[in-house]
């Protein structure tokens, strides 16, 4: 069974940078995809970026210009670094993995971002 354990989450001020960790307990190589995904109080849960196994990138429009979505094989982890965060960022980050082969998908447990205006 494949454990994604995301770090780095917290309480940041508009403005603020955040850096959410999410890593893997084997290689990362045999996802297809991975990526984070967000969910505030009362609403689904959105993509917010993910990047394919050869580093091809998509962020939700929202987030344009603002996140990086990074991952490092060698570490098995993926990374998102978020600047110029707003208060509506606010959400339940979840990291998610695709292995295409088996057609599987897995989540994390999920990490607190909280921005204050």
């Known amino acids: 069974q494949v454990q994604l354990v995301e770090s780095g989450g917290g309480l940041v001020q508009a403005g603020g940078t955040l850096r959410l960790s999410c890593a893997a307990s084997?290689?990362?190589?045999?996802?297809?995809?991975m990526g984070w995904y967000r969910q505030a109080p009362g609403k689904q849960r959105d993509l917010v970026a993910d990047?394919?196994?050869?580093?091809?990138?998509n962020y939700a429009d929202s987030v344009k210009g603002r996140f990086t979505i990074s991952r490092d094989n060698a570490k098995n982890t993926v990374y998102l670094q978020m600047d110029s965060l707003k208060p509506e960022d606010t959400a339940v980050y979840y990291c998610?993995?695709?292995?295409?082969?088996?057609?599987?998908?897995?989540w994390g447990q999920g990490t607190q971002v909280t921005v204050s205006s």
């Open positions: 990047i394919t196994n050869g580093g091809r990138t």
């Open positions: 998610n993995a695709f292995e295409g082969g088996i057609l599987a998908y897995y």
């Open positions: 084997r290689s990362i190589f045999r996802f297809n995809t």
